[in-house]
């Protein structure tokens, strides 16, 4: 059996100097380690004098699951406690709650499956079971010097053991499974063995069980479930959860055995993806729902307060590190933290919190880079950050939805451009056991709840996971610095017969409060069809140059999400469309060019009698034929003040956008505007050739106007 000192994410050498410095009284305690510090004292402290209930099953969101979670979170939280303040009642905590499940774990039954992943004793499906192996074994660890010989051989032989049997001999087949469920099982499995003393299944853990790196294991999961760029295939809201467990193997395996070089593995991969996912952030610290996601979820999750600190730590000070550290208000508390919090501290003394601003970047996805990308451009303006965020890059396994070519728009501190994010209530137990519910694949993944345009009201690749998974956007250009920013792909396999070609632009102009959004999306076909672009938004339409009749509340379809969408009101729209609408305390006004088209206002809750889905408006503007240009404006402007009844710039300084051409070379949009009384008008050129390099001539002609640019892109301004 191991030393006693033997921890596995810290040496003694490190936690002693740290308790010494909290136990004789010389840690601030307006210090920010010391308010994290406090923060998890207040989660624990009430568990102290509490009755402790380890329950039988129950399904995701019922009070034994949440139970049975809220123990395992218990014990490491406990035990890092005693750990920290030396204090015996924490681990006296941890040591009675281990106990107990040491007592009952053995005459557990199996669960009954409710999805395709395995059962466990204590939760539904194993990958709970991965969570709670890690954290208890974790908090096991660092009170185990308290607990006498024979308490230490019962919860040995009873849960530490049987649920390593579990996962690596009873479910073998699922903990190879290249998959964020397999990080936790390798993560679980490998501290699990460093504490136990058992080299063969911490080897297993770390190589696959068939000891190959290739198959499966840790090696295997950092080598084939990230990008080269570090972006993760489903998307931030899975990217968060599996960050979690990479980074705690990672550190445990740094100490204990350095011959991996852990960090410095895959060209530092683990480095590289812990800054790909804060670089998808929102300003707010919300993540983009891009797949299947939370609305909710930020950097405030644990896994990415655990992230920061190992980044700063093994990889260096950086700026918005510090940055992001501030938004989220607590730092890990963990020896290699510390000096991130004191960093937090230098920091804030410079002035209060702000926005961590990380620059706009391209990420690429695949394993080697070439399956197309997410782009993210921001600008600052005033102050305040816009992002826009569009996806041209893989389908993400099975959380992936069919909306290649997506846009979101955050401005303002609000996403203004909304993704909808899961159709699923995370443990609300009443609600389809907290589980996926059906709407996810009628409405959340289908192509329409996005902001992307829909064919002939069907889904891109049909639904069809499999072959989704076999295609992936085109990357065509991505221009991320300065007062001008831009990123364009392509699509082409998306919809059989139709190419698809989506060019989006960030304009900073002084005439401007807030950065502008260019968008222009191109189909190509031999064949005509309708062509449905979605403008999904939150808020209440003010003012609107179409006259919209009321329809009667019919539904707008049979499939693919439009059974799900009421048709409220239709209306035919002139040569520009424009609409404005408030979103809490400022407005955005859309126009389009939209000669010939219809708008359609509609709403979600149609076939919904269960209540499933959320209340969202939509407008969908409606066009036929066979090459179409969707080329759309996004101002965000003025300001409204309920309580004091101000309001101002409800109008927006962009008043016109006209298509002047376009063609397999390029598009040509103009775009108009006033103010102060002085006009301003512009011209965009876009290059729409797939091999266009920044050093390409441009020369088009459209209505006897001769164009010429070079590169991907210009913006022209007039002064007239």
């Known amino acids: 059996m191991p030393e006693i000192d033997f921890y596995p994410l810290f040496s003694r050498a490190k936690i002693t100097p740290l308790r010494t410095l909290i136990t004789a009284g010389n840690l601030p305690p307006d210090s920010f380690f010391a308010t994290s510090l406090a923060q998890l004292q207040a989660r624990v402290d009430p568990e102290l004098n509490a009755v402790i209930d380890v329950p039988g099953h129950g399904e995701a969101g019922s009070y034994a699951h949440n139970r049975h979670k809220g123990n395992a979170e218990t014990i490491e939280a406990a035990g890092r406690l005693y750990q920290l303040t030396g204090n015996p009642d924490y681990a006296h905590l941890a040591t009675d709650i281990l106990c107990l499940y040491a007592e009952r774990y053995p005459g557990m039954s199996y669960q009954q499956q409710r999805n395709t992943n395995p059962p466990g004793r204590l939760f539904h499906q194993i990958l709970n079971e991965h969570m709670w192996l890690l954290y208890a074994v974790l908090g096991y660890s660092y009170v185990r010097e308290t607990i006498p010989a024979a308490q230490q051989q019962a919860i040995e032989d009873n849960i530490l053991h049987p649920m390593i049997e579990m996962f690596t001999v009873t479910y073998s087949h699922d903990f190879d499974r290249i998959h964020n469920h397999g990080l936790w099982a390798v993560a679980a499995v490998g501290i699990c063995a460093l504490v136990l003393g058992e080299d063969k299944v911490l080897d297993q853990a770390i190589y696959g069980l068939e000891g190959d790196s290739i198959s499966g294991g840790y090696l295997a999961q950092i080598k084939r479930l990230f990008a080269s760029s570090g972006y993760y295939i489903e998307g931030p809201y899975y990217h968060r959860f599996a960050i979690r467990p990479l980074c705690l193997f990672a550190e445990a395996l740094h100490l204990h055995r350095p011959d991996l070089n852990i960090y410095e593995f895959h060209d530092q991969a683990i480095g590289k993806t812990i800054k790909a996912l804060l670089m998808t952030s929102y300003p707010n610290g919300r993540f983009p729902a891009l797949n299947d996601a939370s609305l909710s979820m930020g950097i405030k999750d644990e896994g990415v307060i655990i992230a920061v600190a190992v980044h700063h730590a093994r990889y260096g000070h950086s700026a918005a590190l510090v940055g992001t550290a501030r938004q989220q208000g607590q730092v890990w508390l963990y020896p290699c933290a510390f000096e991130l919090a004191q960093a937090v501290e230098a920091a804030a003394a410079s002035g209060p919190v702000q926005q961590a601003y990380w620059p706009s970047v391209e990420l690429n996805e695949g394993m080697q880079g070439d399956r197309g990308a997410q782009g993210f451009l921001r600008l600052r303006q005033n102050g305040d950050i816009t992002q826009a965020v569009m996806n041209y890059g893989q389908h993400g396994m099975g959380h992936g939805h069919f909306d290649t070519l997506g846009l979101t728009l955050f401005s303002r501190d609000h996403e203004v451009l909304r993704e909808y994010g899961f159709g699923r209530w995370v443990n609300v137990e009443t609600k389809f056991g907290g589980r996926y519910l059906d709407e996810n694949k009628s409405w959340a993944r289908q192509t329409l709840a996005h902001n992307t345009v829909v064919v002939d009201q069907g889904c ?148 919904d009698p269960s209540f499933n889905l959320r209340r969202q ?40 956008i006209e298509v002047l051409g376009h063609n397999d070379q390029g598009s040509v949009v103009a775009i108009r505007g006033e103010a102060a009384g002085k006009p301003l008008h512009m011209t965009l050129m876009i290059s729409n050739a797939a091999d266009v390099s920044p050093t390409t001539e441009h020369r088009l002609s459209f209505n006897n106007n001769e164009y010429h640019w070079q590169g991907y892109f210009a913006v022209v301004t007039h002064k007239e």
Do not use: K
Request: net charge negative; proline share 3%.
């Open 460 to 607: 891109q690749n049909e639904f069809d996971v499999a072959l989704a998974d076999s295609r992936h956007g085109e990357r065509h250009f991505f221009s991320g610095t300065g007062p001008v920013q831009a990123m364009s792909a392509f699509a082409n396999q998306h919809y059989a017969g139709v190419g698809m070609q989506r060019t989006v632009l960030l304009l900073e102009l002084d005439a401007l409060s807030s950065p502008l959004l260019i968008d222009l999306f191109r189909l190509r076909s031999e064949q005509a069809h309708q062509y449905d672009y979605p403008v999904h938004y939150q808020g209440q339409i003010t003012h609107s140059n179409v006259d919209f009749q009321p329809t009667e509340r019919q539904i707008l379809g049979e499939a693919n999400g439009y059974q799900h969408l009421f048709d409220l009101a239709r209306g035919q729209t002139p040569q520009c469309l424009s609409l404005t609408w408030l979103q809490d305390n400022c407005f955005h006004t859309w126009l389009a060019a939209a000669d010939g088209a219809e708008l359609i206002l509609a709403q979600t809750g149609a076939n």
């Open 617 to 656: 408006d939509c407008l969908l503007l409606r066009q036929h034929g066979r090459d179409q240009l969707f080329a759309s404006l996004f101002e965000t402007h003025g300001q409204f003040d309920e309580a004091s009844e101000h309001c101002e710039g409800a109008r927006g300084v962009m008043n016109h």
